[in-house]
T-cell receptor, first 112, second 113 residues
Framework: SQQGEEDPQALSIQEGENATMNCSYK?????LQWYRQNSGRGLVHLIL?????REKHSGRLRVTLDTSKKSSSLLITASRAADTASYFC????????????FGKGTRLSVIA | NAGVTQTPKFRVLKTGQSMTLLCAQD?????MYWYRQDPGMGLRLIHY???????AKGEVPDGYNVSRLKKQNFLLGLESAAPSQTSVYFC????????????FGPGTRLTVT
């Protein structure tokens, strides 16, 4: 069963705009991670936010985590055509050492 | 460092044939994983390993076997391929534990006819 569910499934924006993707999950987590996948490639880790953190930044990426709502958002500011990719959230459970569970992803298209 | 590599990149099998996918990592990672990715389904974990000589089942293990004889290699076997196993297969590894950052290979696109 998949823990994280991204929303929307697909998003199309103009270059320079901000892109926001959301991830909801069902059970308590140790951390939540975001990955990017360019077409035909493997996933690349973007950022990890722990359950006791509320916000984290990395370059043009901003991730928030609301454990009370069991949700996270990924904001990409000033998007570029090169940001076109699929973005996945992955959750790590807080009980024992269990593998990450990935969501189905949001497909982002940035139009130049 | 090459990171995580996968062999082969593409393969076409007939139903009932067998094959082995090879994953290799040069980062001295303890943990390794095999996923399959199907359209609209995201990534689903097939099997994983927490160290040399160990393996464990993931979400969709049926029809697959794995072996981790050497720390740097993780093999995924299909004994009798079925069309339902047509997919893109990704290998990944991580250093600290299952719950932390994973490094992915480029994928193997498998078609079973």
């Amino acid at each position: 069963s998949q823990q994280g569910e991204e929303d929307p499934q697909a998003l199309s924006i103009q270059e320079g705009e901000n892109a926001t993707m959301n991830c909801s999950y069902k059970t308590s987590i140790n951390n939540l991670q975001w990955y990017r996948q360019n077409s035909g490639r493997g996933l690349v880790h973007l950022i990890l936010i722990r359950s006791n953190e509320r916000e984290k930044h990395s370059g043009r990426l901003r991730v928030t985590l609301d454990t009370s709502k069991k949700s996270s958002s990924l904001l990409i500011t000033a998007s570029r055509a090169a940001d076109t990719a699929s973005y996945f959230c992955a959750t790590a459970g807080d009980s024992g050492n269990t593998p990450l569970v990935f969501g189905k992803g949001t497909r982002l298209s940035v139009i130049a | 460092n090459a990171g995580v590599t996968q062999t082969p990149k593409f393969r076409v099998l007939k139903t009932g044939q067998s094959m082995t996918l090879l994953c290799a990592q040069d980062m001295n990672h303890e943990y390794m994983y095999w996923y399959r990715q199907d359209p609209g389904m995201g990534l689903r974990l097939i099997h994983y390993s927490v160290g040399e000589g160990t393996t464990a089942k993931g979400e969709v293990p049926d029809g697959y076997n794995v072996s981790r004889l050497k720390k740097q290699n993780f093999l995924l076997g299909l004994e009798s391929a079925a069309p339902s196993q047509t997919s893109v297969y990704f290998c990944a590894s991580s250093y600290i534990a299952e719950r932390y950052e994973q490094y992915f290979g480029p994928g193997t696109r498998l078609t079973v006819t």
